[in-house]
T-cell receptor, first 112, second 112 residues
Framework: RKEVEQDPGPFNVPEGATVAFNCTYSNSASQSFFWYRQDCRKEPKLLMSVYSSGNEDGRFTAQLNRASQYISLLIRDSKLSDSATYLCVVNPMNSGYSTLTFGKGTMLLVSP | EAQVTQNPRYLITVTGKKLTVTCSQNMNHEYMSWYRQDPGLGLRQIYYSMNVEVTDKGDVPEGYKVSRKEKRNFPLILESPSPNQTSLYFC???????????FGEGSRLTVL
């Protein structure tokens, strides 16, 4: 099983749709989880951290399920500007951030 | 403005000609890292540095060297580049408490 797996997509959705991405991780000792957004040919940027209790930032909701070892990202009321690749990032270490493992990303295309 | 700066942004070179990609951050971050991104493979860590004079191998260190003589700079050195090192390279530094990675804009390297 790969360390961090994501559905590569692309997810093609119309404006206003709700879309959800899942990401599974193999290391049960993983402690920290993040979603990054990467626009085409640009650098990744942090979208949000994922907390154990789940967290929301405007139209974006992130959740963590430790028992099943997956995290999710829900985007409500999709905008054209949400079109990007979403990277799931996991810190597999028990302490520190010496290395982070990136998923290969899920591409989202929002159309008018 | 807080930022990570990489140079050059674009480079075409030939096999065997040594090159250095510079990376500098102005956020006083202790942790810095280099990644390469290839289609279908996602972001893979090359080397990272927890602090000055402390560097360690990531997942794909072969063919690369790094140095960390001062906190702000973390150059990536390709002593004898080969075509399989053609890739998009990102330098990143990490905020100490949030764990957020700040990426440079990327350096697109082509080795002929």
């Amino acid at each position: 099983r790969k360390e961090v797996e994501q559905d590569p997509g692309p997810f093609n959705v119309p404006e206003g749709a709700t879309v959800a991405f899942n990401c599974t991780y193999s290391n049960s000792a993983s402690q920290s989880f993040f979603w990054y957004r990467q626009d085409c040919r640009k650098e990744p940027k942090l979208l949000m951290s994922v907390y154990s209790s789940g967290n929301e930032d405007g139209r974006f909701t992130a959740q963590l399920n430790r028992a099943s070892q997956y995290i999710s990202l829900l985007i409500r009321d999709s905008k054209l500007s949400d079109s990007a690749t979403y990277l799931c990032v996991v810190n597999p270490m028990n302490s520190g951030y010496s290395t982070l493992t990136f998923g290969k990303g899920t591409m989202l295309l929002v159309s008018p | 403005e807080a930022q990570v700066t990489q140079n050059p942004r674009y480079l075409i070179t030939v096999t065997g000609k040594k090159l250095t990609v510079t990376c500098s951050q102005n956020m006083n971050h202790e942790y810095m890292s280099w990644y390469r991104q290839d289609p279908g493979l996602g972001l893979r860590q090359i080397y990272y540095s927890m602090n000055v004079e402390v560097t360690d191998k990531g997942d794909v260190p072969e063919g690369y060297k790094v140095s960390r003589k001062e906190k702000r700079n973390f150059p990536l050195i390709l002593e004898s580049p080969s075509p399989n090192q053609t890739s998009l390279y990102f330098c990143a530094s990490r905020a100490p408490f949030t764990g957020e990675l700040f990426f440079g804009e990327g350096s697109r390297l082509t080795v002929l």
